[in-house]
């Protein structure tokens, strides 16, 4: 892949914790405006790496680039460029439950912004109206179902527009239509908008349904075994552990 089309590119990486490896040589690349999914079973290290590549955990070897520019070598004032860029979905939302939808969403505006109290209330609206969720700015999350508190979470996530989406198991417990629904807004939102995106899931209906391009780290090996398009990996992989996972038994409805 040239350089000119990475957007990110995840270089010689262990990811662990002390001296336990969860993951270990890591070398793939993300090109700009594709939804690439980090994909593998429970245990395989899908959510360590992914804290890696946006600062919550270091490597224990390696480094990420963005746009070539080195995440764990760069000083804080670049690090903290480098991190203006992304918009992060943590796996259970994270919404503060004391605040309102267009609190939550102000939060990030409020620290990083000059912007005035009012237009800081219109971006929030605006965001909330870009994941289906206009007239909603008042409500609290405990007043809205568990889908709009993903699309709420993810209007906070884009909120200070930016590059690159982080979404951390964003269909985790949500029901198949609210998971479908969820799926359909991020291909929504990456052809409007033009970002990169970096699923991290475990579920079939969404990888084959969005994923663009993808890695499959396996548990046991604690590697990537494969890299590349999801129903390429389907239909061509013969690593058997690619395919069980791929399978599960049975051929998903949308890998056609």
Known sequence: MPPSTAAIAVRDMDVGYGTFVVQRNLD???ARGKIFVIMGGSGSGKSSVLRVMITLLPPLRGDVLFGGVSLWQADDAERERLMRR?????????????????ENVSLPLGEFTDLTEVQIREVAALKLALVGLAGFEEFYPSQIS?????????????ALDPDILFLDEPSAGLDP?????????????RESLGCTVVLVTHELASIFAIGDDSVFLDAETRTMAARGNPKTLLAESTDPRVQAFLTRGRLPATAR
């Open 86 to 102: 992304f918009g992060v979905l943590y796996q259970g939302g994270a919404l503060w439950s004391s605040m309102t939808l267009s």
């Open 177 to 189: 239509i609210s998971s479908r629904l969820l799926d359909d807004l991020i291909l929504e939102l």
């Open 146 to 158: 568990g889908g709009m508190q993903k699309r709420a979470a993810l209007a906070r996530a884009m």
């Open 28 to 30: 793939f690349e993300v």
